[in-house]
């Protein structure tokens, strides 16, 4: 399946509860009171009669499939819930790459980020917002990460691997997975405002 049609099957798809969907297409959301972390990702390939995948590269890798959850703030803004993990970090590709030629850009150019709306942990219910994608095209958001990316590649270079922290970065931050819990891997990952900004979206 090409790009533009997964766009337009989830346009058709917006406003639908994707915890029904789940049901109907038998993903499991809990198994034994633990949470499948990937059943909204692996609804949506359902939906869009993708084979289910963990490398989320439903197009021979021409694409690749994103869910986020989004959630309304108290004022009723909808805002991103959390950041999003883009690719691990390769001290030796990212200190011998420029931008142009990164993995990091050439991820996001693939990816197809889908939008839910988050209500609770119990996942009982959760709308789909809708699609977006990163927009090349766009010469602002375009220069941001790219100085981003080249933040992490010049300390990397300069100051070393070990020294990537997660308050690098306006749009793409370097950090460990999750809270880190000693972990000496490095991943990239989309901030709330790259998520809001593909979205449309105001913090």
């Not at 949506?44 to 993708?50: D, F, Q, Y």
């Not at 789909?128 to 300390?155: N, T």
């Not at 999750?178 to 989309?190: D, E, K, L, N, Q």
Request: aromatic share 8%; hydrophobic share 35%; with cysteine.
């Amino acid at each position: 399946m090409e790009r533009p049609e997964a766009i337009r099957r989830i346009r058709e798809l917006k406003g639908e509860n994707l915890r029904a969907l789940a049901d109907e297409h038998g993903i499991t959301v809990f198994k034994k009171g633990k949470l499948n972390k990937g059943w909204a990702g692996q609804t949506m390939e359902r939906c869009l009669g993708l084979p289910l995948s963990s490398s989320r590269n439903p197009n021979a890798g021409s694409w690749e499939l994103k869910v986020v959850p989004l959630r309304y703030r108290r004022d009723g803004k909808l805002v991103p819930k959390e950041t999003m993990w883009i690719t691990s970090i390769t001290p030796r590709d990212v200190a011998g790459c420029p931008f142009k030629r990164s993995h990091l850009l050439g991820k996001l150019a693939k990816m197809l980020i889908v939008g839910r709306v988050f209500e609770s942990k119990e996942e009982t219910h959760s709308v789909i917002y809708g699609a977006a994608s990163f927009d090349l095209d766009d010469a602002d958001m375009y220069q941001l990460v790219k100085a981003d990316y080249d933040l992490v590649r010049k300390a990397i270079r300069t100051t070393g691997f070990e020294s990537l922290t997660g308050r690098m970065g306006v749009l793409i931050q370097p950090r460990t997975k999750g809270v880190g819990h000693g972990s000496t891997t490095r991943a990239f990952y989309a901030r709330k405002a790259f998520i809001s900004h593909v979205f449309g979206l105001r913090l």
